[in-house]
């Protein structure tokens, strides 16, 4: 869980980051916000493979060790019950 707010919190800032740059070079902010949500726009086939693998990666590694974390729990729990 803490990598997927950390993940969103890094990519909100360097979101805000390039809005800012753009805004300051003297792009209009509306052209600025849609290049800056749609960035797929210019990503080539291969760059969509290695996104979705490592947003795949994050989210089974995260579930794994939340799984883990409640096993873990439940065969304690199991142990002070005996």
């Known amino acids: 869980m803490k990598v997927l707010i950390a993940s969103t919190l890094l990519a909100g800032s360097l979101f805000s980051l390039i809005v800012l740059i753009d ?3 003297g792009h209009k902010f509306s052209d ?6 749609n960035p797929f726009q210019v990503m080539e086939p291969g760059e969509y493979v290695i996104v979705i693998l490592f947003i795949l990666y994050i989210v089974i ?3 794994y060790s939340t799984l883990k ?3 873990a729990e439940s065969s304690n729990q199991n142990e002070e019950n005996k």
């Open 69 to 71: 974390k409640k096993s």
């Open 23 to 25: 805004i300051i070079m």
């Open 32 to 37: 600025v916000v849609k290049k800056g949500l």
């Open 61 to 63: 590694k995260s579930g």
